[in-house]
Nanobody, 125 residues
Framework: VQLQASGGGLVQAGGSLRISCAASGRTFSNSNMAWFRQAPGNEREFVASIGRTGKSTYYADSVKGRFTISRDNAKNTVYLQMNSLKPEDTAVYYC???????????????????WGQGTQVTVSS
């Protein structure tokens, strides 16, 4: 499966941004999806995940209440709506998909099999 992330950019603190990840190459609705992020010098960290139907979601504590993950299986796309952005949210954001055998609350990078190329999100103070 191929994943293509887009929508990153520069935003001021307190602002909002929505990033997207388009999938192709396999049945998108069979996969749990997730967003991870990686800031310079840091390890890749879990942000949010969503189950196959979109009804179940799971968030890192650092983004809970500010970020919303969603998916549109008809468009083979997963979204991350980011509100009340903080400078510490600055990172490259990666989307990830599993082969469909995992759980929606998987938060370790090794639990996902396919990765997009990443999109840069920069939050200025």
């Amino acid at each position: 499966v191929q994943l293509q992330a887009s929508g990153g950019g520069l935003v001021q603190a307190g602002g909002s941004l929505r990033i997207s990840c388009a999938a192709s190459g396999r049945t998108f609705s069979n996969s749990n999806m997730a967003w991870f992020r990686q800031a310079p010098g840091n390890e890749r960290e879990f942000v949010a995940s969503i189950g196959r139907t979109g009804k179940s979601t799971y968030y890192a504590d650092s983004v809970k209440g500010r970020f919303t993950i969603s998916r549109d299986n008809a468009k083979n796309t997963v979204y991350l709506q980011m509100n009340s952005l903080k400078p510490e949210d600055t990172a490259v954001y990666y989307c990830a998909a599993d082969r469909g055998e995992g759980v929606y609350y998987a938060y370790k990078a090794y639990e996902y099999d396919y990765w997009g190329q990443g999109t840069q999100v920069t939050v200025s103070s």
